[in-house]
């Protein structure tokens, strides 16, 4: 009898019909409807070996292992969301069951800015779909460590919140320097919790970096640190809005230079992220990719060219990608400072937080009378503990959820760990 072999890659698509933020909003259902035209026009769902699946929806189990929802799971996540997620985890399974060698989840809507704590929606985003699916491959398959390259325009703020106190999992984002995009965050100098020092490293470029400037970085900094890190499982979450016909950033990544940056990286799963030239650049950026992740040819992808020809990056750029590349590594290498963000106090790691979300709940009768805008007070207090990770306690609140107090338990919590979070489910404050 002859084993069945693995796809070389299993596609994923979701276009959430049904869900728009509003009519004109850069996040529609048309970010995806163009690209699924263009893979079938160019026969790339004809060649062997690539093969299209639909998604499952994430369940409300799936979702709680990452995020705490104060307002309640379904005044953060309708049914688009779940679906999304659940696309994610469907391109996981695929490849942790060996049915397909790479897997990438054309999914919407994106998730790279939902945090630890939702109140709301940041940026199109309301539910992490790469932590989720992450977390559900570690309880199922026991994978352990995991690499996340996030190669969105915006810096991955919310994968980097989930994430901050995890030595297990290393968060690398690729993204247009946050003193000139949302959400403002992503400094080289953010460089994980105390625990996981080193373990989030930030890579901001300045406006106008185009594809010598991403590959240089990928080559310098990302690939080296993916090397070094040995990961089981490395996962792209696949912004597409460096491109340079994108309407809402400022970088000129071409589509060749996705798939020659997605080449380097050589992800096992990709989860779409943002990207809003809906005719200008999706349709080219996510064949390109999934010629790449699939092994074919990617040399053959033309794009439209603009007038004067493709952009070209900056000496100056290069220079700079350069400095920084040497900045990062020896920060890496360095002891935890005292600017890592946290204060250790009694055996306990503390900081505050102030998380700014810009959409409400999902749905909109809980809403009227609610503020424009939420702002979540948070306060974090990780036990500084010599048996294990130590256990997170959590205190939240905004103007639309009295939050409280919740406790996060790591892999592998040691019994200690485990009576203080029992002891915070019971309402006792800890520390």
Known sequence: MIADTPDKLGLIFFPAYDWAI???????????????????????????????????????????R???????????????????????????????????EKSFALVRPPGHHATLVVHGGRG???????????????????????????????HGDGTQDVYWHDPDTLF???????RTLYPGSGSYDESGGPRAWGATVNIPLPPET??????LSTKLIVRPILDEFQPELVVN?????NHFTDPI???????????????????????????????????????????????????????????????KTSESTLDYVKRLAENIHKRRAAPVPAQSGSVLRDGWWERERRIFSDTHPVTREHARGWPPYINEQRREA???????????????????SKGGRYARLPRGACPACQALAEKVGRGLRVP
């Not at 185009?210 to 590959?215: A, H, M, N, T, V």
Request: aromatic share 6%.
């Open 22 to 64: 509003s009519d004109t909003h850069p996040e529609r259902e048309e970010r995806l409807l163009y690209t699924h035209d263009q893979l079938r026009e160019e026969g790339l769902l004809d060649f062997p070996g690539i093969r299209e699946h639909r998604p499952m929806a994430a369940s409300p189990e799936d979702v709680e």
């Open 66 to 100: 990452v995020h705490i929802c104060p307002p309640g799971l379904g005044m953060v996540a309708a049914a688009p969301h779940l679906i999304s997620a659940g696309g994610a985890i469907k391109a996981g399974l695929l490849w942790a069951e060996k049915k397909a």
């Open 124 to 154: 199109f985003c309301n539910i992490n779909n790469e932590a989720i699916m992450i977390e559900r491959l570690r309880r199922d398959y026991g994978i352990k460590k995991v690499a996340i390259v996030d190669t969105d325009c915006h």
């Open 172 to 178: 690398i984002s690729i993204h247009q320097d946050g």
């Open 210 to 215: 185009g594809d010598e400037g991403f590959l």
């Open 237 to 241: 979450s696949a912004g597409q809005d």
């Open 249 to 311: 950033t400022n970088m000129k990544l071409t589509a060749r230079g996705y798939a020659e940056m997605s080449t380097l990286i050589d992800p096992d799963i990709a989860v779409l992220e943002g990207g809003y030239a809906i005719q200008g650049a999706l349709p080219y950026t996510n064949l390109a990719i999934i010629m790449a992740m699939a092994g074919l040819d990617w040399r053959g992808v033309r794009e439209p060219a603009p007038r004067g020809g493709f952009p």
């Open 382 to 400: 990780l036990r500084d503990c010599p048996d294990c990770q130590g256990v997170l306690v959590v205190e939240t609140s905004s103007g639309v």
